[in-house]
Every structure is written in C-alpha cells, then in structure tokens.
C-alpha cells in the first residue's frame, strides 16, 4: 500500500535556525498538508496546499512558516527561525481527489529545537 | 473559529465491553467526520470516518453516528480488545481544506 514518507525522522536545530522538512506523499494524490502535533498533545492543523499554492492555513502558520512543492514528489515545510516553542512532532499528509477524502498521515519528524 | 470538543479525556474499560467517545463541532458547515487510533509514537491512523448525508456507518466493531441537528458525532467499540488501547482523535472537516482535531481520548483496555 503507498505510503505518506517524511524525511527525517528526527531533527535537532539551535534555536534561531532555519529548518525543513520534507514529505513525500502518494504519488496521485493532489491535496498536501502539514500538522502539528506537541508533545502529549492534540493534533493541530498548520497547512493546506492543492494545485501549487496554500489553500487555507491556521493561525499557528505565521509568516515564520512557508511551504513549497518543488519538484513532482517532494512537499517541504520551512521554519525561518526556530524558536523552542516550535519543538514538536510534524506529520504531512496527503488526500486523493476531491473534498473530503481520507487523509493518510506520514510517520511524522520530531523537531527538538534547543 | 472552528471547534471541536472531545470526550471523555480518559476511558478505561474491560475487555469486552463496549467504549464510547464524544465529540461536538462549532461549524455547520463541517460535513467530513474522520475518526484516528493514535499509538503511542506512531502516525495518526484512519479507521473510520462519516460524512453528513449519512446518519451512521460501521465496520466491524467499530461505529459512527452523527447528529447534524445536534453537531455531536460518537465513536462506538464493541467487544473491545487489548489493542484497542490507543488515544483516538475525532476530527471535523468544513469540506474545504482545514481538519479541526478534537482533543484526544486515551482509551485503556483492561485484560
């Protein structure tokens, strides 16, 4: 069965830095997003992302965040600067055609911003 | 903005009993009801989901209702198992692109 993969698993980055995190999704699927999901916590809602641009985004997703698909297969989420309280586990997930479809999360990266 | 409430926060059942979860949505325009199992340190996973023109569905031992009228959708397990233990994750979706969590059940199942 195809899967969501998301790239690394696990990422450790000096508070201040720019990081990114890649996902690849299933490969004919069209709709991209990314959550967020704190330790312990519930599963939170950044990003949405169909026919190359952002469809819907949440407060959490300031001007600090951005994403890109810049190529086929890869879907990336960038943090300009870290800050502590972006330590988290980020999961991608992508949806097939049309509203309302399943979405099938990746194994997420767990960011540790130090 | 967008809610959704979830309850309990914290189930705990025998083996072989049934378990029961709660949700309520602020938006009337939400028509998508996804429910995920959550191990721990794993992906969210789907095991069931409902849309609005639908009253109830279900697989196995597993059940969704939903009350549009009411906007509470439920989680019903029968003859639950050990490794039904999991935090499940209700969710609502506008049919746009936004999927609102709920807060998260940790469900325990005694052997």
């Known amino acids: 069965e195809p899967e969501v993969t998301q790239t690394p698993s696990h990422q450790v980055t000096q508070m201040g830095q720019e990081v990114i995190l890649r996902c690849v999704p299933i490969s004919n699927h069209l709709y991209f997003y990314w959550y967020r999901q704190i330790l312990g916590q519930k599963v939170e809602f950044l990003v949405s992302?169909?026919?190359?641009?952002?469809?819907?985004k949440s407060e959490i997703f300031d001007d600090q965040f951005s994403v890109e698909r810049p190529d086929g297969s890869n879907f990336t989420l960038k943090i300009r600067s870290t800050k502590l309280e972006d330590s988290a586990m980020y999961f991608c997930?992508?949806?097939?055609?049309?509203?309302?479809?399943?979405?099938?999360f990746g194994d997420g990266t767990r960011l540790s911003i130090l | 903005g967008e809610n959704v409430e979830q309850h309990p926060s914290t189930l705990s059942v025998q083996e072989g009993d049934s378990a029961v979860i709660k949700c309520t949505y602020s938006?009337?325009?939400?028509?998508?009801f996804p429910w995920y199992k959550q191990e721990l340190g794993k992906r969210p996973q789907l095991i069931i989901d409902?849309?609005?023109?639908?009253g109830e569905k279900k697989d196995q031992r597993i059940a969704v209702t939903l009350n549009k009228t009411a906007k509470h959708f439920s989680l019903h397990i029968t003859e639950t198992q050990p490794e039904d233990s999991a935090v499940y994750f209700c969710a609502s979706n506008t049919g746009g692109f936004k999927t609102i969590f709920g807060a998260g059940t940790r469900l325990f199942v005694k052997a």
């Open positions: 992302f169909y026919n190359n641009e952002i469809s819907e």
């Open positions: 938006d009337s325009a939400s028509n998508y």
């Open positions: 409902i849309r609005s023109n639908v």
């Open positions: 997930a992508s949806s097939g055609r049309g509203f309302n479809q399943p979405q099938h």
